[in-house]
Each structure stands twice: as C-alpha cells, then as structure tokens.
Antibody, heavy 119, light 113 residues
Framework: HLLESGGGLVQPGGSLRLSCAASGFIFNNYAMTWVRQAPGKGLEWVSVISYNGDSTYYADSVKGRFIISRDTSDNTLYLQMHSLRADDTAMYYC??????????????WGQGTMVTVST | DIVLTQSPLSLPVTLGQPASISCRSTHSLVHSNGNTYLSWFQQRPGQSPRRLIYQVSKRDSGVPDRFSGSGSGTDFTLRISRVEADDVGVYYCMQGTHWPEWTFGQGTKVEIK
C-alpha cells in the first residue's frame, strides 16, 4: 500500500515536498519511483531511487529542480520540488519497482497527490 | 528517445465483444538479456493506473484472463476477449527495456458503445 501526501497549490518558482508512505511490504528492499500525470494527459516517469538510496535518476524535464529521497526509518519516499513551473501541474503518483527488476517497474501505485502551480 | 505510439486513441466497443489496442515503438524493445519489457496499464475513471501485463504477455496477479498481451520487437497488442463494463478506462503501454528512461504510450480510451 502506498499513500501520497503533500500536494497543493504553489506559485511559480516555489517549492513543495511530496511524501509517499509505504506499508505492507519491506520498504528497504525495493526501488521506488515517482510518475506524474498532467490534467487530461498521459503518464510521465519523473524519478527513481534505488532500494538503498545510493542511485537516483531523473527525467530531463525535472533534472536539477527535483530531488528524490527516502527514509527507511519511517518507510517514506519523498520528492522535493523546487523552481516549480506551470507545466509541473499534475497528479503525482509514487510507484514501486519489483524486487531488483527495474525493467518491469510500476507494479504497485499509490492514489496520487495533486500539485497545482499557478498564481 | 523511445516513442510508443498507440492506436486507436479512442475505442468504442460493444459489451461482450473483443477489443484490441496496438502499441508501436520507434526502437526495438528486446533487451540485451533477450527479454522484452513491454507492459500494459489500465486506468479506470478517477483511479490510479494498475498494471495488467508485463514482459509482453505475463498477467499480473488478479488480472482476468480476458486480458492478453502479445507481440515482439517493436509491435505489440493488448487484447480483451470479451469487454465488460468494468473495462472502461484508458489503457497505456510502457517500455522498460531502456530504463531509467521509461516511456509510456499516449493512451487509448476504451468506452462502451
């Protein structure tokens, strides 16, 4: 089970931190990702972090502005977002990667948290 | 970049009839390990996406056997043998062969006639 939170309305240029609380599986064993969906649009992968946090990757659209991290003590995934732009407006989902199987990612999804960037 | 193109983008279907969605990739999705990593996701109205199929044809746990995936190389298909009302939603293909640059198709909206 994955439960996202932290979304909301933010002004362009602002920052926001999203959280994803994991339960029902051994969080420390799995890589985790963020995927977003702009209103009425398709799915876009945003970022991934390895099971131990040592490796991270970002889509070009967010590189240098977003930071993915995880806290194993409370089974939570984070996405720190800076320099937000209108085109970052989207529903943000966290999704799990099967054990060591990045190519078959996104086997479990959260319900999403909405981020709106607007004045 | 790997681009996945789905067709059709809209698919009106009659209850009980079959449905088919195509997904074409600009690049081969055969991994160096010989496997092909093409998945299909269902997103019902107002819900999160749910994975149905992975590695072209493997069904996820709990997915009805009405759903099947096939294809190879750059051409893939999701088939629903007999459409039910519960199948309404948008379906996405996704490639994982070239991770971490995962990419999704644009989506195909399935609706009942």
């Amino acid at each position: 089970h994955l439960l996202e939170s932290g979304g909301g309305l933010v002004q362009p240029g602002g920052s926001l931190r999203l959280s994803c609380a994991a339960s029902g599986f051994i969080f420390n064993n799995y890589a985790m990702t963020w995927v977003r969906q702009a209103p009425g649009k398709g799915l876009e992968w945003v970022s991934v972090i390895s099971y131990n946090g040592d490796s991270t990757y970002y889509a070009d659209s967010v590189k240098g502005r977003f930071i993915i991290s995880r806290d194993t003590s409370d089974n939570t995934l984070y996405l720190q977002m800076h320099s937000l732009r209108a085109d970052d407006t989207a529903m943000y989902y966290c999704a799990k990667v099967p054990y060591g199987d990045y190519a078959n990612a996104f086997d479990v999804w959260g319900q999403g948290t909405m981020v709106t960037v607007s004045t | 970049d790997i681009v996945l193109t789905q067709s059709p983008l809209s698919l009106p279907v009659t209850l009980g009839q079959p449905a088919s969605i195509s997904c074409r990739s600009t690049h081969s999705l055969v991994h160096s390990n010989g496997n092909t990593y093409l998945s299909w996701f269902q997103q019902r109205p107002g819900q999160s996406p749910r994975r149905l199929i992975y590695q072209v044809s493997k069904r996820d746990s709990g997915v009805p056997d009405r759903f099947s995936g096939s294809g190879s190389g750059t051409d893939f298909t999701l088939r629903i043998s007999r459409v039910e009302a519960d199948d309404v939603g948008v379906y996405y293909c996704m490639q994982g062969t070239h991770w971490p640059e995962w990419t999704f198709g644009q989506g195909t909206k399935v609706e009942i006639k």
